[in-house]
C-alpha cells in the first residue's frame, strides 16, 4: 500500500516539502489541503501600493506544479485534526494520512477594538489593492503605519513589511511630487522597532524616519481604532489612513485539537519540527512554535529551511529512523524602500547591516523572478 502525506497550507512551507519530498521520493502519496490551488507571493505585497507589482504578478496557478510532482490537490477548510494527526477534517471532507506536515501559516490577533479600520496588508492581495487605492484616491492628510505582537508569544510578529511600506509610502509620495501634502507617522507599543534584527539596524531605520520627515510614536501600548484615530496609552493619533500588522497567532484549527499550543497560541514543535506526542506529524512556519533565540524571525526564509527539516524527519521515521535533522535560525531581509534596499543578515554568531542602495532593490526582484520561475513554468 502507498504511503499518505498529508501537507496542510500553500505556501513558502508547503511548496518546499513538496519538493524535498521528491529529491527522496517519486512514488509516495502526497495530498495538500487549501482553499485555491494557488501560491500568493506575499513578500511583493509591498509594491502594489506604488503601482511596481499587481495581483495576477504574484498570483500563482499551482496545478501545473501539482502535476508535476504527482500531487493531489484537495480544496478546502481545514477545521479540525483527529486520530492523533492521522485524519484531517475540512470543509470538503476527511483526508486519512500515515504522516502530516501541518504548513498552513498563522493567523493576525484581531481582538483590538476598531481593528477592522485598519488594513493588514500580509493577508493578502486585496488588502494590498485596497491600500493602492485608498492612497491614490488622497489629496492630502495623515497616514499611520504601524505593528503590534502576541503578548504570549514575542517571535509572533512581523515588523519587516511595515518597515518596508513606511519607506515604500514615502519614497512613492515623493516620486508622485505629493509628499508635502502628507504627514507620516509610524507607531509601535516597542521603544525599539526592529530590535529583532540587531542593534544596528534599529539606529538605521530610526535614522531613516528621521531624515524622511516621518513622525514617530513609540513605546505604547495598543488600545484601539476608529476611523480616524489610533488610540494607545500614551494618547491618540488623528488619521485618515490606518496600515497596521497585528500579532500573530497559531491557525484556528488547532484549537480543535489535542495538540500542545504554546503560551501564545501556536503549535508546539522541537527543533525537529515535530508535534511532540504526535506520531508523524510535524509543523513548519508561522503555524508553529520553536525553541530559540529571542530574535528568531517569522519569515519565508525560516519557514522554508523548518519545512526541510520537518520532511526529511518525517520520511526516516517512515523508514523506522530516529529524528536527526533540525534547522538553523537565520534572519535575511532586503527592507526595500521602492528605490532601494537595506540588508539585514543575523544568525547566532553574526549580525550584518549594509546601508541603503539601489543594488539591493533590483536583488529583491531578481529574487523574486527566480524563486517563482519554477512554479510559473515548472
Same mark, same amino acid.
Given at each position: @500500500? ?24 517519486? *512514488?509516495?502519496?502526497?495530498? &495538500?489541503?487549501? %482553499? ?12 502594489? %501600493? ?19 510532482? !504527482? ?28 504522516? &502530516?506536515?501541518?504548513? #498552513? ?49 514575542? #517571535? ?31 507607531? #509601535? %507599543? ?6 529583532? &534584527? ?10 531613516? @524616519? ?6 514617530? *510614536? ?72 520553536? %525553541? ?21 524527519? @518525517? ?5 523506522? !529512523? ?38 539591493? *532593490? *533590483? ?8 524563486? &517563482? ?6
Amino acid at each position: @500500500m502507498t504511503t499518505k502525506i498529508t501537507i496542510i497550507g500553500a505556501g513558502f512551507a508547503a511548496l518546499t516539502a513538496i519538493k524535498e519530498i521528491r529529491k527522496r521520493d517519486k *512514488h509516495i502519496g502526497i495530498t &495538500l489541503i487549501a %482553499p485555491k490551488a494557488e501560491f500568493i507571493y506575499l513578500p511583493s505585497l509591498i509594491w502594489i %501600493p506604488s503601482g511596481q507589482r499587481s495581483g495576477d504578478d504574484l498570483r500563482i496557478d499551482l496545478i501545473a506544479f501539482f502535476k508535476k510532482n !504527482n500531487v493531489t490537490f484537495h480544496a478546502g477548510m481545514v477545521t479540525g485534526i483527529k486520530d492523533e494527526g492521522r485524519t484531517v477534517i475540512t470543509d470538503n471532507g476527511d483526508i486519512q494520512n500515515d504522516a &502530516l506536515l501541518i504548513a #498552513s501559516g498563522g493567523r493576525f490577533i484581531k481582538k483590538l477594538p476598531g481593528i477592522e479600520n485598519a488594513i493588514t496588508i500580509c493577508e493578502g492581495i486585496e488588502a494590498a489593492e485596497k491600500m493602492r487605492d485608498k492612497i491614490k484616491s488622497m489629496d492630502g492628510g495623515t497616514i499611520t503605519l504601524g505593528f503590534g505582537g502576541n503578548p504570549k508569544e514575542p #517571535s509572533a510578529m512581523r515588523g519587516g513589511p511595515m518597515f518596508e511600506l513606511l519607506f515604500g509610502l514615502d519614497t512613492q509620495l515623493r516620486q508622485e511630487g505629493r509628499r508635502d501634502k502628507f504627514k507620516i507617522i509610524f507607531f #509601535s %507599543p516597542a521603544k525599539k522597532p526592529g530590535a529583532r &534584527l540587531g542593534e544596528g539596524a534599529v539606529k538605521g531605520i530610526l535614522g531613516q @524616519m528621521d531624515k524622511r520627515g516621518i513622525e514617530t *510614536h513609540l513605546g505604547h501600548k495598543m488600545k484601539g481604532f476608529t476611523a480616524n484615530k489610533v488610540t494607545t496609552e500614551g494618547g491618540e493619533i488623528d488619521t485618515d489612513l490606518i496600515i497596521f500588522m497585528p500579532g500573530m497567532t497559531g491557525p484556528s484549527f488547532a484549537l480543535n485539537t489535542a495538540m500542545p499550543l504554546s503560551p501564545g497560541g501556536l503549535i508546539q514543535s522541537n527543533m525537529n519540527c515535530s508535534v511532540e506526542g504526535f506520531e508523524h506529524v510535524y509543523v513548519a512556519g508561522d503555524a508553529g512554535s520553536f %525553541p530559540g533565540p529571542d530574535w528568531k524571525p517569522k519569515q519565508a526564509h525560516m519557514a522554508d529551511l523548518q519545512a526541510v527539516a520537518a520532511i526529511n524527519n @518525517m520520511l526516516d521515521g517512515l523508514e523506522g !529512523n530516529a529524528a536527526t535533522h533540525t534547522f538553523k535560525y537565520e534572519l535575511a531581509c532586503i527592507i526595500d524602500s521602492n528605490d532601494k534596499g537595506t540588508l539585514a543578515y543575523r544568525t547566532e554568531k553574526r549580525t550584518l547591516v549594509l546601508p541603503p542602495c539601489r543594488l539591493l *532593490h *533590483h536583488t529583491k526582484k531578481l529574487f523574486e523572478w527566480w524563486y &517563482l520561475r519554477g512554479y510559473k513554468n515548472p
